[in-house]
């Protein structure tokens, strides 16, 4: 089969290549796909900032429907439309492990970086990956299911948001849109900022219900209780910690790819709590399917357009010049 995948370290090498067709072993199931979203991690791949193991094949936001079941693996699987946790592996033994927190196993191996992931027809995952979705959710909403688990690691796992906080978001990327709505629903007052190139996105944070400000404009807001940061950018960085009110909290959500200068001093001078959130949890899987099942989370008008696994150039290309919010490949 062919897929999208990273075929050598460094800048670019990026191929529509034939690749490893997927074969369940003891205790996996094989996916056909229906959907994969481009997450900002796959541009870091292919501009060589972020880890991999090429070559392979790229993608680990999906959903899909189960079509091939290993040995051991419950028949009830069978025909299922799924979408799954990342990790493909983790050691299991960790500290890490043990408390609950996979994403940040030192061992940890996941789909689309270390092993062949989403774009491409078909996949192999851990069958205890796998989450049936609600037959509501569109297969292109469906794909970005895995961003929605990210925020809720982030801000959830434990609460970042307390009733009645001053929430403000900065960067109204997917990633963003979702924070907004996890914290509107976690109790906060919330705000989202982005620059005057961001208006699109913008727009659409504000047909989801949420007031709305440009860089390009002073912040008018109380000073938020908590920021959260999504742009990876080094002057939003540096806004969050100013704008912060005393005693708050930043959850730096947002990468960057590279190193940033920031007015680090004030975490002391104001008594700041920084915190973060890498991939996802169980836990925080648990909350994402609750909250779908709730329908208490809007994920398909995020989806600006779809393309097929041949045409990925040109996703990509719209992806990192922000040119609307998610981008999904179509197998």
């Not at 079941?69 to 983790?90: K, P």
């Amino acid at each position: 089969m062919k897929g999208v995948a990273k075929m050598a370290p460094g800048a670019g090498h990026v191929e529509y290549a034939e690749r490893p067709e997927a074969v369940a072993g003891p205790g996996e199931v094989v996916i056909d796909l229906l959907a994969a979203g481009i997450c900002g991690t796959d541009l870091h791949i292919e501009a060589g900032e972020y880890p991999s193991v090429p070559p392979v094949t790229m993608g680990h936001e999906f959903c899909g429907v189960v079509s091939e079941l290993g040995e051991a693996v419950d028949s009830a699987w069978a025909g299922a439309r799924v979408t799954s946790e990342t990790f493909y592996s983790t050691c299991g033994q960790c500290r890490w492990c043990r408390a609950g927190r996979p994403s940040i196993c030192p061992f940890r191996a996941s789909v689309g970086t270390h092993v062949d992931g989403a774009f491409a027809p078909r996949i192999r995952m851990p069958v205890t990956n796998l989450h049936r979705l609600p037959d509501a959710l569109s297969d292109h909403a469906a794909a970005i299911c895995e961003p929605l688990a990210c925020v809720c690691n982030s801000l959830s796992d434990p609460a970042a948001i307390d009733a009645g906080d001053e929430v403000l978001v900065t960067g109204p990327g997917a990633i963003g849109l979702l924070a907004a709505q996890v914290a509107r629903v976690n109790g906060g007052r919330v705000h989202v900022r982005g620059t005057p190139a961001d208006e699109a996105r913008l727009a659409l944070a504000r047909r989801l219900g949420f007031e709305t400000s440009t860089t390009g404009e002073p912040y008018a807001g109380d000073a938020p209780d908590v920021v959260v940061e999504c742009s990876g950018a080094g002057p939003a960085i540096a806004t969050a910690l100013e704008t912060v009110t005393r005693g708050g909290t930043i959850v730096q959500m947002g990468l960057r790819g590279a190193p940033v200068t920031v007015p680090f001093d004030e975490i002391c001078f104001k008594e700041l709590r920084v915190r973060s959130g890498f991939a996802s949890n169980p836990t925080a899987w648990r909350r994402t399917m609750q909250l779908l099942a709730d329908d208490a989370i809007e994920l398909e008008p995020l989806v600006t357009d779809a393309a097929e696994l041949a045409d990925f150039r040109r996703v990509f290309d719209r992806s990192r010049a922000a040119d609307g919010v998610k981008f999904v490949l179509v197998p």
